[in-house]
């Protein structure tokens, strides 16, 4: 019996310090209801997970990543298109981070091009959405990215990240905290949270490195999104850091391009900022 309970009591502790662990990275920091509301509005409007989508691509395949406090992501990569035998090798990986209605089987299949350019391109959906574990936590968000770039940076040589509407944010803030990659391209992305009560140290516009001259900023002048008003102070600041640019105006919110050749044109712009040392190597 005293075996019994001191085993009980043992357990019951191990149980509060992984919940606590937990709670302090879903923690909520952008108002207790605010985030929580938003979130839950966001993640509904995003489609349910659905495998067949991406079934008859044979370069895709399913991945997990396991973050520190235990919760479990999942997403897909869709590997290089490379020629072993003629010495081809893989140029590196681009991660994309996505927008706050969209999970990782509904776009990976739409980012042949990119593999094609000899990337390993991963996605993951964010924790709360599609098939991940987790509360859905702006500030866990960010974390989760920190150790994924982290992680993928220990297995290739090359880093290229790609974020779109909040997906370029929480790349913004790991870039902030000194994640190491080679380019990325934010587009799209709101300038500021702490509009809408989150602490200023997310913002956007306050993790732009000094030398941004790696870095391609997106806004489109048709973003029904998120409208000019609410992207062109992080393009504006981001230029005077040395970052390229670039205002579309036939531009509107990522992957809502209503002309297909408006969305090519996007994406080549991309592709080529993103491979552009690859190329010319």
């Keep these: 019996m005293k075996l019994f309970l001191q ?13 606590s662990y937990a709670s302090e990275r879903e923690i909520t920091i952008c108002g207790w209801f605010t ?23 044979p370069y895709i395949e399913n991945v997990k990543f396991t973050t520190s406090d235990n919760r479990k992501l999942n997403g897909y990569v869709n590997y290089a298109r ?23 089987d509904q776009i990976i299949g739409r980012l042949n091009e990119f593999s094609e350019k000899g990337y390993d391109v991963y996605i993951y959906d964010y924790r709360g959405y599609g ?21 993928l940076n220990k297995q290739y040589q090359r880093t290229v990240l790609y974020g779109i509407s909040l997906g370029g944010a929480i790349l913004l803030n790991a870039i902030g905290s000194g994640a190491q990659f080679d380019r990325a391209v934010i587009d799209s992305s709101p300038s500021k949270f ?31 999104v998120l409208r000019p008003a609410m992207t062109s102070q992080l393009r504006e ?24 050749a408006i969305h090519k044109d996007r994406m080549n712009r991309v592709i080529k900022f993103l491979t552009a040392e690859t190329e010319s190597s």
Excluded at 131 to 151: C, L, P, Q, V
């Design 7 to 19: 085993l009980t009591c043992f357990l019951l502790a191990l149980i509060t310090v992984n919940m």
């Design 35 to 57: 985030e929580r509301f938003f979130f839950k509005i966001w993640s509904s409007i995003a489609p349910s997970p659905n495998e067949s989508r991406i079934q008859s691509n």
């Design 82 to 104: 490379t020629d072993v035998a003629r010495g081809k090798t893989v140029n590196g990986y681009i991660l994309m981070a996505l927008g706050n209605a969209m999970i990782s």
């Design 131 to 151: 098939a991940s574990e987790g509360k859905r936590r702006i500030h866990a968000m960010i974390e989760d990215y920190k150790e994924i770039i982290s992680h």
């Design 194 to 224: 702490s509009t809408y009560g989150c602490p200023e140290e997310i913002d956007p516009v306050n993790n732009l490195p000094d030398d941004s001259s790696n870095i391609l900023i997106i806004t489109g002048q048709i973003d029904q």
């Design 237 to 260: 600041l981001a230029q005077s850091k040395g970052a390229m640019v670039f205002d579309g105006k036939n531009y509107a919110h990522p992957f809502m391009d209503v002309d297909p």
